[in-house]
């Protein structure tokens, strides 16, 4: 009799070792023991982003608001390159949401089919333009909530839309941003979520309208995924990833 609760515990205690161990291996690659970087190490950091690139621009192409929106949608799990081989052609045919809605979905889906997830993304560009035109009037409305109860829309892309069109110092944790924070120990995170609302706690009032930038071309060009440049890299003395290459 008293031995089956003892099973029991046993049973649950492997399953959370279990759980543990798997959370541990999903976890991204950080600095050694969650470092906290100075304030003045991060003013730094940003001073030098800004001195190398005073007036960062995201690469997504785009004609307005709108089509800003319906890019950033379509660069879900796809490459902004990628995006913009498949948008001129059909920005050219509907920049606005009324044009769009025209189109119609079968002839979006055919613009975009180089695009991973064509279909859906065909359907929520079109299910959007229809909530814009049906609720605000065919206007991007300059709102986080709103934003993200367009189809499609995350908080990611409400970020992007909020920062580049409206120039809010929002910061969208894309998975560059994402790897950055935790390799260099800037802002770790087990979530975007995570690492965006540390960015937002750290990065200093003066550059944050433009961090998500420069910290989104650190990570494509500099500290790249697999074989981080660290020679290269601006802020390689700052930066606590015990693997990077220089010191
Ligand atoms: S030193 Fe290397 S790992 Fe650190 S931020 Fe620079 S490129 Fe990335």
């Not at 543990?20 to 003013?43: F, H, N, T, Y």
């Not at 390159?81 to 920005?91: C, I, M, Q, S, Y």
């Not at 009037?137 to 499609?152: A, C, F």
């Not at 910290?215 to 290269?232: D, F, M, N, Q, S």
Request: aromatic share 6%; hydrophobic share 40%; net charge positive.
């Amino acid at each position: 009799m008293a031995k089956k609760p003892a099973r029991k515990a046993s049973a649950k205690t492997s399953k959370r070792t279990k759980r543990k161990r798997a959370k541990v291996k999903s976890a991204p690659k950080r600095a050694a023991a969650d470092p906290q970087w100075m304030p003045a190490q991060i003013e730094e950091a940003f001073r030098r982003f800004k001195a190398a690139n005073p007036e960062p621009k995201g690469e997504l192409q785009h004609i307005n608001p709108f089509t800003l929106l319906v890019a950033v949608v379509l660069s879900a799990q796809a490459t902004d390159a990628g995006v913009n081989k498949a948008t001129p052609a059909l920005f050219a045919l509907a920049d606005t949401p009324e044009k769009m809605v025209a189109l119609g979905e079968d002839r979006v889906r055919e613009l975009i089919k180089t695009i991973g997830l064509f279909r859906t993304k065909a359907k929520n560009v079109i299910g959007l333009s229809r909530k814009l035109i049906a609720e605000h009037g065919g206007q991007v409305p300059p709102s986080r909530e709103t934003l993200e109860e367009l189809p499609g829309v995350g908080r990611k892309t409400a970020n992007v839309v909020l920062n580049i069109a409206f120039g809010e110092p929002t910061i969208a944790v894309d998975t560059h941003i994402f790897r950055v924070g935790n390799r260099t120990g800037m802002a770790t995170g087990k979530t975007p979520f995570d690492v965006e609302t540390k960015l937002d706690q750290v990065v200093p009032a003066a550059y944050k309208r433009h961090a998500h930038h420069w910290l989104i071309l650190h990570g494509r060009y500099t500290c790249v995924a697999r074989k981080p440049l660290c020679e290269k890299c601006i802020i390689s003395d700052l930066c606590q990833w015990p693997g990077k290459t220089v010191t």
